[in-house]
């Protein structure tokens, strides 16, 4: 049983910068990956990165080189660092964790970039 607490989103201007905290809780050594995921309205969700337990990254081709995932295993928390945000970042954003049993989900967090 694994539980997930995001933080960190709100509203910033095109080519500001925010970052996403997600805290996990319960069963952590049984996680595999950890990832962020975007929503936004009328579109599919879609992966935005990814950070497995042996420390390797993937990026979306739309976030690729402004956004970062990092964790810190002291804290049990990973984070996504998002620069030179743009309108079209403007989505909910979700943190997953994937293991052995599926994925659980935080609650998702608003990111809103203004022009």
């Known amino acids: 049983q694994v539980q997930l607490v995001e933080s960190g989103g709100g509203l910033v201007q095109a080519g500001g910068s925010l970052r996403l905290s997600c805290a996990a809780s319960?069963?952590?050594?049984?996680?595999?990956?950890m990832n962020w995921y975007r929503q936004a309205p009328g579109k599919q969700r879609e992966l935005v990165a990814e950070i497995t337990s042996g420390g390797s990254t993937n990026y979306a081709d739309s976030v690729k080189g402004r956004f970062t995932i990092s964790r810190d295993n002291a804290k049990n928390t990973v984070y996504l660092q998002m620069n030179s945000l743009k309108p079209e970042d403007t989505a909910v954003y979700y943190c997953?964790?994937?293991?052995?049993?599926?994925?659980?989900w935080g609650q998702g967090t608003q990111v809103t970039v203004s022009s």
């Open positions: 997953a964790a994937a293991d052995v049993g599926g994925r659980t």
């Open positions: 319960g069963c952590i050594f049984s996680i595999n990956a």
